[in-house]
């Protein structure tokens, strides 16, 4: 058993805490919310909890599917004992339906569904705003080898595969997520961070309802009770 010791990093949703092996952390779900890269604040009651269980429930799925994360296991009701990783300071986003800045971009409409699979790399860095960047951004930068940006990509593939087909059967669409990745001590490439309604999009299949961080974002209300849907979808069970 891992025993907790002090927190190396607070991020905006969650706390990261050493323990006594050098190799794993423990990371602690927070209630906090923030949008527009930190513009908007708020807390999300429960959110921590929920996040927590819903990423627990995703990262044993990809595992079962020979996809290598971070997760190790889910200690309490907000704690994930999980693999020390160095970040790669990319964020992938994958979209199978445009919303969000895609449908901005592109000028699609929301909810048009996307003949192929689009993947977007953003620069992890909150001064600049997380921007879109390309292949060439990202070798002058130095922040991946164009191997890692290839697996990493190819995981990001399966992992769409994966959660579309598992998301299908709860009668949700998975409209686009994002992922981030990190190498542990031993140099694997491991997906990291979270899967969570703070981190992807999901519509009811029928009613196309928003169950996820854009009822926050878009101050559309019921927000604890999107996350709680998700998790009750997902097989969770709440009082
Ligand atoms: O805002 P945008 O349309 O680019 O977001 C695409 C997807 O990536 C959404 O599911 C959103 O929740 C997620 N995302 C995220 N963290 C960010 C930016 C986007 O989890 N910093």
Redesign the pocket.
Known sequence: MAVKQQMMYEGKAKKVFLTDDPKLVIVDYKDDATAFNGEKKGQIVGKGALNNRIASIFFRLLESKGIPTHYVETLSEREMLVKKVQIVPI?L?VRNIA????AKRIGWEEGTILPKVVIEF?YKDDELG?PLINRSHIDVLNLATPEQIADMEEMARQINIHLKAFLADKNLLLV???LEFGVDADGNLLLADEISP????FWDADTKEKL??DRFRRDLGSVEQAYEEIFRRLGGVTQ
Request: glycine share 6%.
């Open positions: 964020e986003v919303a969000g800045s895609l953003y997380d686009d997520f994002k703070d981190t992807c999009r996820d961080k």
